[in-house]
């Protein structure tokens, strides 16, 4: 049995391992999952993963990895080269930092404004198989929260090519995923933020960031 992916072409989240895979270079086969279809809330793919989203990672010996922290842990545990939480004892601590800023300060900002606004997300406002209403509040909030998580990121590359000082790490993994997903909510870096495009453009030059 090979390893397996099961994906969503346009969903950020699967987005993140698929960049992941490739920087270790680590062979597997994908399974495509319509969410904009409501696949992942049917019957067969709740038998693969309860949770309901994706990515999942099936491993070959049949183990089920259902979230994107438990992928990067195994793959890096697994696949320690490259390094992609850093080396020292210091730059994992600013790798985890900053990884845990994208996700809750960039990704969780923009799916607070998203899910609480679109109305093909009404009664949708989490993902998962429980059906939570939307807070219109929430969606405002989030833009307010992204803003400055731009802010800050950008503050943080200045006179850098990475996010953390020890090199390419999950953190600008995720990072750039957060950066480009804002788009749904009509966000992206503004002229002020030069150091932040500066560093994305860098990055779409690696070949995984094409996937």
Same mark, same amino acid.
């Given at each position: 049995?090979?390893?397996?992916?099961?994906? /969503?072409?346009?969903?950020?989240?699967?987005r993140?391992?698929?960049?992941?895979?490739?920087?270790?270079?680590? @062979?597997?086969?994908?399974?495509?999952?319509?969410?904009a279809?409501?696949?992942?809330?049917?019957?067969a793919?709740?038998?693969?993963?309860?949770? /309901?989203t994706?990515?999942?990672?099936?491993?070959?010996?049949?183990?089920?990895?259902?979230?994107?922290?438990?992928?990067?842990?195994?793959?890096?545990?697994?696949?320690?080269?490259?390094?992609?939480?850093g080396?020292?004892?210091?730059?994992?601590?600013?790798?985890a930092?900053?990884?845990?800023?994208a996700e809750?300060?960039?990704?969780? @900002? !923009?799916?607070d404004?998203?899910?609480?606004?679109?109305?093909?997300? !009404?009664?949708?406002?989490?993902?998962?198989?429980?059906?939570?209403?939307?807070?219109?509040?929430?969606?405002?909030?989030?833009?307010?929260?992204?803003q400055?998580?731009?802010d800050s990121?950008? @503050?943080?590359?200045?006179?850098?090519?990475?996010?953390?000082?020890?090199?390419?790490?999950?953190?600008?993994?995720?990072?750039?995923?957060a950066?480009?997903?804002a788009?749904?909510?009509?966000?992206k870096?503004?002229?002020h933020?030069?150091?932040?495009?500066?560093?994305?453009?860098?990055m779409?030059?690696?070949?995984?960031?094409?996937?």
């Open positions: 049995m090979t390893i397996t992916l099961y994906d /969503c072409a346009t969903a950020p989240s699967p993140r391992a698929r960049i992941l895979l490739a920087e270790k270079g680590v @062979a597997h086969t994908t399974v495509q999952v319509d969410l279809r409501g696949e992942q809330l049917g019957k793919f709740r038998a693969i993963n309860p949770l /309901c994706v990515p999942a990672l099936r491993l070959e010996d049949g183990l089920m990895l259902t979230d994107n922290a438990a992928i990067a842990a195994y793959l890096e545990a697994r696949f320690p080269e490259p390094p992609l939480r080396r020292s004892a210091a730059d994992q601590a600013e790798v930092s900053w990884q845990w800023r809750f300060e960039g990704l969780m @900002a !923009i799916a404004a998203l899910r609480n606004s679109s109305p093909a997300m !009404i009664d949708r406002a989490l993902p998962g198989p429980v059906d939570y209403p939307q807070i219109a509040e929430l969606a405002q909030r989030g833009l307010a929260r992204l400055r998580f731009l990121l950008d @503050a943080q590359l200045a006179g850098r090519d990475t996010i953390a000082a020890g090199g390419f790490s999950i953190a600008d993994i995720t990072a750039v995923v950066v480009d997903f788009r749904v909510v009509r966000v870096p503004a002229e933020h030069a150091n932040l495009r500066r560093w994305r453009e860098a779409a030059q690696r070949p995984s960031f094409k996937l």
